[in-house]
């Protein structure tokens, strides 16, 4: 079935250093792949998103690439503040109902 | 606007007990999605509902676990008799149409232990 594979599962930095978190996926139609953030005893929030049809995207601090090709896809967080920590899901979907969810990267920015 | 408000925040069940989890949208959205959260895993899929329809429950196991999104009230996602491995924070999410095109709206999600 369709899968998506997040890596690392846990990522430490320092305050003001970048952080990069890698997906990828399996469902070749996949042509949507949202990120969200999930804070402690929250629920998740969108921070961003990239269609199929765009290779790379910023917004501020944030950016993601996207490889169609290799059906990979990052994030990546510059100059890290330390709310940033909290666990950072991807995903991929394909325009249908179901978005698939990768497992979470658990962010820790140390100040 | 309140957003995506699920209770209970924590259910604490017996094994054999029945749990019912409930999740109100944002106002304006008639679309929810439930999703199980296992510790150090990622959201799955449970089930997709519009108002008085299931739309896609193919993620939920087909016994002991139903979800319903009537036309008045909130959404509930209902487990019978819950056994341990149903422990599991279970968020709902919302949104103004299907498609995954669409930001889901995520809730505060309930955890639910079985004793």
């Known amino acids: 079935g369709e899968n998506v594979e997040q890596h690392p599962s846990t990522l430490s930095v320092q305050e003001g250093d970048s952080a990069v978190i890698k997906c990828t996926y399996s469902?070749?139609?996949?042509?949507?792949f949202p990120w969200y953030k999930q804070e402690l005893g929250k629920g998740s929030q969108l921070i961003i998103d990239i269609r199929s049809n765009v290779g790379e995207k910023k917004d501020q601090r944030i950016a993601v690439t996207l490889n169609k090709t290799a059906k990979h896809f990052s994030l990546h967080i510059t100059e890290t503040q330390p709310e940033d920590s909290a666990v950072y899901f991807c995903a991929a979907g394909t325009g249908g109902f179901k978005t698939i969810f990768g497992a979470g990267t658990r962010l820790f920015v140390k100040a | 606007n309140a957003g995506v408000m699920q209770n209970p925040r924590h259910l604490v069940r017996r094994r054999g007990q029945e749990a019912r989890l409930r999740c109100s949208p944002m106002k304006g959205h008639s679309h929810v999605y439930w999703y199980r959260q296992l510790p150090e895993e990622g959201l799955k899929f449970m089930v997709y509902l519009q108002k008085e329809n299931i739309i896609d429950e193919s993620g939920m196991p087909k016994e002991r676990f139903s979800a319903e999104f009537p036309k008045e009230g909130p959404s509930i996602l209902r487990i019978q008799q819950v056994v341990r491995g149903d422990s599991a924070a279970y968020f709902c999410?919302?949104?103004?149409?299907?498609?995954?095109?669409?930001?889901?709206?995520f809730g505060p999600g309930t955890r639910l232990t079985v004793l």
């Open positions: 469902d070749s139609a996949s042509n949507y």
């Open positions: 999410a919302s949104a103004t149409t299907g498609g995954t095109y669409n930001e889901q709206f």
